[in-house]
């Protein structure tokens, strides 16, 4: 079954860095876009980067441009993203999940599978 596994979650300074990585399993990781998404407590799941199936095409959130960068190693089955400059804003459970399009990046309900989230902690 597909699986995708989040790490490098953790707590950090404001003004740090961080870098997320999901490695995905039980699919054929270049017939899929890939996103993160982040939650906090009470508040919808919303969209942070995305990923078209080779890389070419990204696309972030306003609250991501700038500081943060999604990227993808298509040989290790791994999407990763760093995370510059951090505030306490950003602060949430962060999520990987894989759709089947490139179009509608920012769009949670093209996104099929998900992983269970790990946990960035940014004090204020």
């Known amino acids: 079954q597909v699986q995708l596994v989040e790490s490098g979650g953790g707590l950090v300074q404001a003004g740090a860095s961080l870098r997320l990585s999901c490695a995905a399993s039980?699919?054929?990781?270049?017939?899929?876009?890939m996103g993160w998404f982040r939650q906090t407590p009470g508040k919808e799941r919303e969209f942070v980067a995305g990923?078209?199936?080779?890389?070419?095409?990204?696309a972030y959130a306003h609250s991501a441009k700038g500081r943060f960068t999604i990227s993808r190693d298509n040989t290790k089955n791994t999407v990763s993203l760093q995370m510059n400059s951090l505030k306490p804003e950003d602060t949430a459970v962060y999520y990987c999940?894989?759709?089947?399009?490139?179009?509608?990046?920012?769009?949670?309900?093209?996104?099929?599978?998900w992983g269970q989230g790990t946990q960035v902690t940014v004090p204020s």
């Open positions: 039980g699919l054929w990781f270049s017939s899929v876009a």
């Open positions: 990923i078209s199936k080779f890389g070419g095409t990204t």
């Open positions: 999940a894989a759709s089947p399009r490139d179009s509608g990046l920012e769009n949670i309900f093209e996104y099929q599978y």
